[in-house]
C-alpha cells in the first residue's frame, strides 16, 4: 500500500531500440516501478519496410532511421505498464520528463507532424527521423568543417575542431542537397528529445542541451547566443542561408524548466493526469549525470550501451580536441558541461557475438546455460593481459571521439591460425577502454581536470569490462546504483520542473543513486596495458591520421552497392 501523502514522477527514456518509463517516489528517488517496450521497426537501416513506404526501398549505407509513430506507443504502452507496477495511485504524479539519443532528428510540419506521416511522403526516406547513428551525411559535414576553418568560424572550437556527421547541421544539409522539395515542405527541424515533448504538452521547445551540443548554438562573451550564420550557411550551399531562421531556430527552455502541462490526449495515452508538470526535454547521456549525483566537477560519467557518450561538468572553459560540445550550463546551470563518445561500444560486442563466434561456442555456451556474451567474457577472463596477442580499434561505427570521422572502421591486428573468438572479444572490450583511456588523457592534456569515472547502462553489469576500465584509465569507477540511470535522470527534471525542488543539483542529492568505487585501479594490471594502449595509439594515429585507407574503403563499398542497387532496378545482373 502506497503512501497517500507521497508524490511521484515518470521519467521515459528513448533508447536506440526501445523507450523505458520508471516511476519514481520524490522524496527519496526509489524506482516503484518500470517498463520497457520495443519500437516495432526498430532501426531501419537497409530498406524502408513495405507496409510503410507501400514498397521496399532499399537505403543506402550510413542509413539509420525510424518511425516517429514508435515514439508515441512506448507513452501509450510503457507509462501505464510501470504506473501499473508501481501499484501507486495515477493522481499522485506531479510531473513527467523525457530523454533522447542525440542527435535524432524528425522533419515536421508547423503542428508538428512528421513528414513520413503526410499523404504521399511514405515513401521518402528523408521524410522519416534520423537516428543518432545516421553517418550517411558525412560528406556535409566534411564540408561544413572545411569552410569553418577556412572561415575561422569562432564556434568551431568549442566542438573540438570538428562537427560531426551526426548532428543537426550535417544531416539537414543533407536533406537539403538530396531532397529539395520535402526540404521545403519541412517547417521545423525538429529534435526527438524536442518533439517528444511537444507531443506530451503541445508546445514546441527546443531544449538548450541539445542546441548547445548538437545545433551549435554558442554564446560568447558580451553577446547574445547564436547559430552559423546566414552568410557562412549560403558560402556552404546556395539557398541554404536560411536554414536556421526557417527550420530550426525556437524558443529555448532551461534544463529542468517546465516546458507545458500534459494534455488531454497525452492523459489518455499515458494514463497519468491532465494538466501535470511536462519538463523541457533532455539528452539521455547529460539527464543521467544527476542520476549518478556526478554535478560536481571532475566526474566523467560514460552512459554505456550501443553506444557511449561521456559528460562532464568543469568549472574552466577549455577548448578539447575532438570533444563533442562545451556548453555553458549543458548539464547543470553554473558549471560548463563537455561531452565526447564513442560511437560503437555495445554494438560492436553483439555483432561480433551474432556474426563472429562459431556454432561451436554458441552450443557450448547454452550447454552451460550461459548467453554467448556471458560465455565469451569467462573464457576472456581466464587470460593474462596480451596473451591473445592483439590490438583493436573501436571504429565499427566511426570515431566520435577524439577524430569525429565516421568515414573510420574497425579493425583488429595480430591475428593467425591460432587466434580463437574470446581472444578476439576481449580485444575489443580492450579497444573500447583504449577508446576511453584517448577521451580522458585529451581532457586533461586541455586542462580539463577528470578524477573519477562513473558508469552507467547495461555494460555495466560485465565485470570483466569494468575491472578493464578502471586499469586501463587508472581511475576509480563508479556505478550508478539504478537499472535505468537516464529514465531515473528525466524523473529528477520532471521534479524539478514540477516544483518539489528548488534545482537540478537539490533533486540530485536526494534523488540520485551511486556506488562508489566499486572498481579500483590495479597498478600491475594497468602497467601490463600500457604497451597494448601504445599500439592502439599507434593504429589510431596511422588510421585516423595518417592515410585515408578506410575512407577510400567506405568509398569502394558505396560504388558498390549503387551498382549493385542499379542493376536490380533495371534487370541486369549486379556480378
Known amino acids: 500500500m502506497t503512501d497517500r501523502t507521497e508524490q511521484y514522477v515518470v521519467g521515459v527514456d528513448y533508447g536506440t531500440l526501445s523507450g523505458r518509463a520508471v516511476v519514481v517516489r520524490v522524496s527519496d528517488g526509489a524506482e516503484l516501478g518500470t517498463s520497457v517496450h520495443p519500437y516495432p521497426h526498430a532501426v531501419l537501416e537497409r530498406s524502408l519496410p513495405a507496409h510503410l513506404a507501400g514498397t521496399e526501398r532499399p537505403l543506402a549505407p550510413e542509413w539509420a532511421l525510424q518511425v516517429p509513430e514508435d515514439y508515441r506507443e512506448v507513452l501509450r504502452v510503457a507509462v501505464p505498464a510501470a504506473v501499473g507496477a508501481a501499484g501507486i495511485d495515477p493522481a499522485r504524479v506531479i510531473g513527467i520528463a523525457t530523454d533522447f539519443t542525440a542527435c535524432t532528428m524528425v522533419p515536421t510540419l508547423a503542428d508538428g507532424t512528421p513528414l513520413n506521416e503526410v499523404d504521399g511522403l511514405a515513401d521518402r526516406p528523408h521524410a522519416y527521423v534520423k537516428l543518432w547513428k545516421h553517418h550517411a551525411a558525412q560528406g556535409q559535414a566534411d564540408r561544413i568543417n572545411d569552410l569553418a576553418r577556412e572561415r575561422d568560424e569562432r564556434w568551431l572550437p568549442r566542438y573540438g575542431g570538428l562537427i560531426s556527421s551526426e548532428w543537426e547541421f550535417a544531416k539537414g544539409l543533407q536533406l537539403f542537397e538530396e531532397?529539395?522539395?520535402?526540404?521545403?515542405?519541412?517547417?521545423?527541424?525538429?529534435?526527438?528529445?524536442?518533439?517528444?515533448?511537444?507531443?506530451?504538452?503541445?508546445?514546441?521547445?527546443?531544449?538548450?542541451?541539445?542546441?548547445?551540443?548538437?545545433?551549435?548554438?554558442?554564446?560568447?562573451?558580451?553577446?547574445?547566443?547564436?547559430?552559423?550564420?546566414?552568410?557562412?550557411?549560403?558560402?556552404?550551399?546556395?539557398?541554404?542561408?536560411?536554414?536556421?531562421?526557417?527550420?530550426?531556430?525556437?524558443?529555448?527552455?532551461?534544463?529542468?524548466?517546465?516546458?507545458?502541462?500534459?494534455?488531454?490526449?497525452?492523459?489518455?495515452?499515458?494514463?497519468?493526469?491532465?494538466?501535470?508538470?511536462?519538463?523541457?526535454?533532455?539528452?539521455?547521456?547529460?539527464?543521467?549525470?544527476?542520476?549518478?549525483?556526478?554535478?560536481?566537477?571532475?566526474?566523467?560519467?560514460?552512459?554505456?550501451?550501443?553506444?557511449?557518450?561521456?559528460?562532464?561538468?568543469?568549472?574552466?572553459?577549455?577548448?578539447?580536441?575532438?570533444?563533442?560540445?562545451?556548453?555553458?550550463?549543458?548539464?547543470?546551470?553554473?558549471?560548463?558541461?563537455?561531452?565526447?563518445?564513442?560511437?560503437?561500444?555495445?554494438?560492436?560486442?553483439?555483432?561480433?557475438?551474432?556474426?563472429?563466434?562459431?556454432?561451436?561456442?554458441?552450443?557450448?555456451?547454452?550447454?552451460?546455460?550461459?548467453?554467448?556474451?556471458?560465455?565469451?567474457?569467462?573464457?576472456?577472463?581466464?587470460?593474462?593481459?596480451?596473451?591473445?596477442?592483439?590490438?583493436?580499434?573501436?571504429?565499427?561505427?566511426?570515431?566520435?571521439?577524439?577524430?569525429?570521422?565516421?568515414?573510420?572502421?574497425?579493425?583488429?591486428?595480430?591475428?593467425?591460425?591460432?587466434?580463437?573468438?574470446?581472444?578476439?572479444?576481449?580485444?575489443?572490450?580492450?579497444?573500447?577502454?583504449?577508446?576511453?583511456?584517448?577521451?580522458?588523457?585529451?581532457?586533461?592534456?586541455?586542462?580539463?581536470?577528470?578524477?573519477?569515472?562513473?558508469?552507467?547502462?547495461?555494460?555495466?553489469q560485465n565485470a570483466l569490462l569494468m575491472q578493464v576500465y578502471a586499469d586501463v584509465t587508472r581511475l576509480p569507477l563508479s556505478i550508478i546504483d539504478s537499472a535505468q540511470g537516464p529514465a531515473l535522470g528525466s524523473a529528477i527534471h520532471a521534479a524539478v520542473a514540477a516544483g518539489a525542488y528548488d534545482d537540478v543539483p537539490s533533486a540530485a542529492k536526494q534523488m540520485g543513486k551511486v556506488r562508489r568505487h566499486v572498481y579500483v585501479p590495479d597498478e600491475a594490471r594497468a602497467a601490463a596495458y600500457d604497451p597494448l594502449f601504445e599500439q592502439y595509439v599507434a593504429l589510431h594515429d596511422h588510421f585516423g591520421r595518417a592515410t585515408t585507407t578506410m575512407r577510400r574503403l567506405k568509398a569502394i563499398r558505396r560504388d558498390a552497392v549503387a551498382r549493385r542497387a542499379a542493376a536490380t532496378t533495371h534487370g541486369g545482373n549486379p556480378a
Open 179 to 460: 531532397d529539395a522539395d520535402l526540404y521545403d515542405r519541412m517547417e521545423h527541424w525538429v529534435e526527438a528529445a524536442d518533439w517528444i515533448v511537444w507531443q506530451l504538452c503541445g508546445a514546441y521547445v527546443r531544449n538548450a542541451c541539445t542546441a548547445g551540443y548538437k545545433g551549435q548554438l554558442q554564446t560568447f562573451e558580451g553577446h547574445d547566443g547564436a547559430y552559423p550564420s546566414p552568410d557562412f550557411l549560403t558560402a556552404l550551399a546556395p539557398g541554404f542561408g536560411d536554414f536556421v531562421t526557417d527550420k530550426l531556430e525556437h524558443r529555448i527552455g532551461a534544463l529542468g524548466e517546465r516546458a507545458g502541462a500534459l494534455t488531454a490526449e497525452a492523459a489518455a495515452w499515458t494514463g497519468l493526469p491532465e494538466g501535470i508538470a511536462v519538463a523541457v526535454g533532455n539528452v539521455d547521456a547529460h539527464v543521467t549525470a544527476p542520476a549518478a549525483q556526478a554535478v560536481g566537477a571532475g566526474q566523467m560519467v560514460a552512459i554505456m550501451g550501443t553506444s557511449t557518450c561521456h559528460v562532464m561538468n568543469a568549472e574552466v572553459l577549455r577548448e578539447v580536441p575532438g570533444m563533442c560540445g562545451v556548453v555553458d550550463g549543458g548539464i547543470v546551470d553554473g558549471l560548463w558541461g563537455y561531452e565526447a563518445g564513442q560511437s560503437g561500444v555495445g554494438d560492436i560486442f553483439g555483432w561480433f557475438a551474432e556474426h563472429g563466434v562459431p556454432a561451436s561456442y554458441t552450443a557450448a555456451a547454452a550447454a552451460a546455460g550461459e548467453s554467448v556474451h556471458e560465455h565469451l567474457t569467462r573464457l576472456a577472463a581466464g587470460q593474462e593481459i596480451g596473451e591473445h596477442g592483439l590490438v583493436a580499434l573501436d571504429w565499427h561505427s566511426g570515431n566520435r571521439s577524439v577524430l569525429v570521422d565516421h568515414e573510420l572502421s574497425g579493425l583488429v591486428v595480430g591475428q593467425t591460425l591460432a587466434t580463437r573468438a574470446e581472444d578476439v572479444y576481449r580485444a575489443l572490450l580492450e579497444a573500447t577502454a583504449f577508446g576511453t583511456r584517448m577521451i580522458v588523457e585529451t581532457f586533461r592534456d586541455s586542462g580539463v581536470p577528470v578524477e573519477e569515472f562513473i558508469v552507467a547502462g547495461g555494460l555495466a
